[in-house]
């Protein structure tokens, strides 16, 4: 494994990307920062109201807590670190992308969309609970992440920018676009563009907002978030790609979801259209265009270049 300078802050122990000395795996900092995600995710669902039914509350816990890799909290609160920010202040834009997230994987597993039974090792919202809870969870998961937005303790005009970002990547012409052209693809079929629209959109939109909303956070200007963004639309594509190899060559014990399945269903994929090979090679160049984007940061931007490569090597 690299080891990379990060080290544990002199006082609370808690890993900081610029200040320690001592040597900090780059597998450490992702727990850590998976801890002090994991903290705020169930506190947020602690925060619902006494309004809220507990089935309802239970449903959102049961996904948002579920075993994820948290990818996109962790590229938000590492890209306001590279630019100097405290990542405490990026939390609640972190947790709101994960509430994305969440919600949008409750509703593609449901029987209308992918029909799933299994997500992160365990039976699918709408299996554990039923179908309309599964929807409702994603509803409310939707509406809070905005919410939490809010809450960041930021000027009102960078709660705005998280706002605007976080919708446009999700929204319609976004994550809900890409996935009504992909499952319109799956029946009528696509070329090498469709499929990269697709992915832009479905996959990349939200990683490359989440990068986004850590420089909105950090304060960082508008090259900063022009270099950022041409990060996260490198690692968007390349993610997908590994996505889509990962469905052909792993394993349900690996991933935690049924694998083998784009190809029954007849998706566009990587693999699909350019071949094993080349998508891998595909791949290792976006990676490549991702790190030297971020070598103008030096070091601290040294855990995103690194996340850039797990992309590519991950096995779930
Ligand atoms: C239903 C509006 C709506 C959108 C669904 C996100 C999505 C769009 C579909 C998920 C289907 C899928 C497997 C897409 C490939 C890329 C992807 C988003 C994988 C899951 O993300 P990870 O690997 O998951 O970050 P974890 O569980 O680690 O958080």
């Given at each position: 494994?690299?080891e ?7 006082t ?5 990307i610029s200040?320690a000395?001592?040597q ?10 998976c ?16 309004r ?13 807590l ?5 990818l ?7 890209a ?6 405290d ?24 029987p209308?969309m992918?029909?799933d039974?299994?997500?992160?090792g365990?039976?699918t ?11 409702l969870?994603?509803d ?7 919410e939490?937005?809010?809450?960041a303790e ?12 976080l919708?446009r ?25 469709l ?7 479905k ?18 200007t508008?090259?900063?978030?022009e ?18 190899l ?6 349900v ?12 269903r ?12 080349a ?12 790190v030297?984007?971020l070598s ?20 779930h």
């Amino acid at each position: 494994m690299v080891e990379l300078a990060f080290g544990p802050d002199d006082t609370s122990g808690i890993y900081t990307i610029s200040t320690a000395p001592a040597q900090v795996s780059f597998q450490d900092l992702w727990k850590q920062l998976c801890r002090e995600v994991d903290v705020e995710l169930n506190r947020s669902i602690d925060l619902l109201g006494p309004r809220c039914p507990d089935r309802l509350r239970e449903a959102c816990r049961y996904s948002l807590l579920g075993p994820g890799k948290r990818l996109r909290p962790i590229l938000c609160l590492l890209a306001c670190e590279a630019l100097g920010g405290d990542r405490h202040i990026a939390m609640p834009f972190a947790v709101s992308l994960e509430m994305i997230h969440c919600y949008s994987l409750i509703h593609d597993d449901l029987p209308a969309m992918d029909d799933d039974d299994l997500r992160r090792g365990r039976p699918t919202s709408h299996i554990q609970f039923d179908e309309s809870t599964a929807i409702l969870a994603g509803d409310a998961l939707q509406c809070l992440a905005f919410e939490t937005v809010l809450r960041a303790e930021l000027p009102p005009e960078r709660l705005v920018d998280a706002c605007q970002l976080l919708s446009r990547a999700a929204g319609a012409e976004g994550m809900v676009a890409g996935q009504m052209d992909d499952l319109w693809a799956e029946k009528h079929g696509g070329d090498a563009a469709l499929l990269a629209s697709i992915h832009a959109r479905k996959t990349g939109a939200m990683i490359r907002a989440s990068v986004q909303l850590g420089v909105v956070a950090a304060g960082g200007t508008a090259k900063d978030q022009e270099i950022m963004s041409g990060y996260g639309e490198s690692i968007g594509i390349a993610f997908q790609i590994a996505d889509d190899l990962l469905d052909i060559e792993s394993s349900v014990e690996n991933t935690g979801k049924r694998t083998g399945k784009d190809q029954e269903r007849g998706k566009l994929t990587y693999p699909a259209i350019h071949g094993i090979a080349a998508s891998r090679e595909k791949a290792e160049r976006f990676v490549a265009q991702a790190v030297e984007l971020l070598s103008v940061y030096g070091s601290k931007a040294a855990p995103l270049q690194q996340l850039a490569r797990y992309i590519i090597d991950r096995s779930h």
